[in-house]
C-alpha cells in the first residue's frame, strides 16, 4: 500500500482511537496502537516508520527475523510485539528484539521465556470467549496461573491479552471485553511479587473503538491500517 494511502488510514484510525478515548473519559496517549505488520512488506513497515509508528505486532516467527534483520540492516529500530500462538519450543528463537510477548498461556512456555537471555514483557492471553481450540487460558484460571507464575517461577506478567471472535452483534463483543476488563481488575488489584498488571491487550480493527470504551491499552490493528489481506 502506498505512503498516501497508509497516511490517511493511520490518521483516520488516531483520530477514531482519540474519539473513544474523549467518550470514555481517557487519555488518548494511554492507549498503545501496536500495527499489525503479518504478511505486509518491510517496505510498507518502513513507511509507517516515517509516519511515526514504533509498535509493530507479528505472529510468525519466520516472518519476523527476516524483517528485522532488512529493517535494522538500515538503521530501523522498532517494538516489536509476538502476537502469535506462543508454542513451548519457539520461545527461544524469539528475537531479542520482541519486547512484548502477548500470547502467554501455558506453564510449559512460561519455563522456556524465563530461560531465554532477554527480558520481553509477557501478557496472559485468556480465552475470554471460552472457544474451543482457541489458545489462551480459561478465564477461571487465569488469578490460580498468576498466583503458580508469582510464586513458583517469578516470571513477571504485566498485562491480559484477549482476542474474541468477530461478531455482527457489538452487545456481545462488549461484553467481552467487560469481562476481560473485570478479569484484569481482579489481578491488578491482589497484590504480587512480581507481576506488574498494566497492560490490557484487546481490540483489532472490528471492535477497538469499543475495546477502548471497555478499557483497553493496547490495541492490535492490521487491516484499517494497512487494507485488506489477500
Ligand atoms: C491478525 C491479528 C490482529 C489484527 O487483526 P486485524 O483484523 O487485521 O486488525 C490482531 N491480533 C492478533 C492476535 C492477530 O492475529
Not at 27 to 49: G, N
Not at 54 to 62: K, M, P, S, T
Not at 138 to 165: C, N, R, W
Request: net charge neutral; glycine share 6%.
Amino acid at each position: 500500500m502506498n505512503l498516501r494511502l497508509l497516511t490517511s488510514n493511520l490518521e483516520a484510525i488516531q483520530a477514531r482511537v482519540e474519539r473513544a478515548a474523549e467518550r470514555s473519559g481517557r487519555d488518548p496517549s494511554s492507549i498503545r496502537i501496536i500495527a499489525v505488520s503479518k504478511t505486509r512488506s518491510v517496505e510498507e513497515i518502513e513507511r509507517l516508520y516515517l509516519l511515526g509508528i514504533r509498535d509493530f505486532g507479528e505472529n510468525y516467527l519466520q516472518e519476523l527475523v527476516p524483517k528485522i534483520e532488512i529493517l535494522e540492516s538500515k538503521g530501523i529500530h522498532l517494538c516489536w510485539h509476538f502476537i502469535g500462538q506462543l508454542q513451548s519450543n519457539k520461545v527461544r528463537q524469539l528475537p531479542p528484539q520482541v519486547q512484548w510477548i502477548h500470547g502467554l498461556d501455558r506453564m510449559s512456555a512460561a519455563k522456556q521465556v524465563l530461560t531465554r537471555g532477554t527480558k520481553s514483557k509477557c501478557l496472559l492471553q485468556v480465552n475470554i470467549a471460552q472457544e474451543d481450540q482457541k489458545a489462551g487460558l480459561e478465564p477461571e484460571s487465569v488469578l490460580k496461573t498468576l498466583e503458580t507464575l508469582d510464586t513458583q517461577l517469578a516470571l513477571p506478567i504485566y498485562g491480559l491479552m484477549v482476542f474474541p471472535p468477530f461478531s455482527e452483534d457489538i452487545g456481545q463483543t462488549r461484553g467481552f471485553f467487560k469481562q476481560a476488563r473485570t478479569l484484569f481488575e481482579d489481578a491488578r488489584n491482589l497484590s504480587w511479587k512480581h507481576h506488574k498488571i498494566e497492560q490490557l491487550s484487546m481490540g483489532v480493527s472490528s471492535d477497538f473503538e469499543i475495546a477502548i470504551e471497555e478499557g483497553a491499552t493496547m490495541i492490535r490493528v492490521g487491516e484499517s491500517i494497512f487494507g485488506k489481506r489477500s
